[in-house]
């Protein structure tokens, strides 16, 4: 797995060695406890992060909450980041009229440029597209899900995939901070 943030100039990147990956037998990667803990370090550097990811629908949103669960650093983790934000949902109310919102479409539309490899390079494509397409500097709380309603994307996809959920009334629940385990216990 490889986890990168972006800020500006400024960057972070890593390699989580995972046991089963291959990447155990090279140097570069390190242990997930590791790669979490400079995750960390890097966002607590910024002054209330906010996390943009492309789609909450994606696979990093999960990983993430996984390694975190992992680590023991959720809690870490919640008090260094601010919020999150889905990029996709901010893109398709700024430019309604897009023939496509696959990342690679948009950005060879706005910036005439390819999505180059790895988690850093992406970062980099959202950071840029965000600026092509004057999407706000300052984000309205609105806007933003704190960290039970992103978790709850996340614990709520299975039921959209197996169509028992549509993605609206998913992301209505998770913007309500409404999960199953709620329901259960009433």
Request: proline share 5%; net charge positive; charged share 20%.
């Amino acid at each position: 797995m490889e986890m990168a943030a972006v800020n500006g100039d400024h960057s972070f990147r890593t390699l989580i060695q995972t046991p089963e990956s291959v990447l155990a037998l090279l140097p570069e990667g390190v242990p997930l406890e590791v790669g979490v803990q400079y995750l960390l370090w890097h966002l607590s550097l910024l002054p209330r992060p906010i996390l943009i990811i492309w789609n909450f629908w994606g696979l990093e949103l999960p990983a993430l909450f996984k390694a975190l669960d992992a680590t023991g650093r959720k809690v870490d983790f919640c008090h260094v980041v601010c919020g999150y934000m889905d990029m996709l949902s901010l893109v398709k109310d700024r430019v309604p009229q897009a023939p496509s919102y696959r990342l690679n479409n948009l950005l060879r539309r706005y910036l005439q440029q390819r999505l180059g490899e790895g988690a850093l390079a992406k970062a980099k494509a959202l950071q840029n597209l965000w600026g092509a397409l004057a999407l706000p500097v300052s984000l309205d709380m609105e806007m933003m899900l704190m960290h039970r309603n992103a978790q709850s994307y996340t614990l709520l996809w299975p039921f959209v995939q197996e169509k028992l959920l549509s993605k609206r009334a998913a992301k209505v629940l998770a913007q309500r901070n409404l999960v199953l385990r709620d329901l259960e216990e009433e």
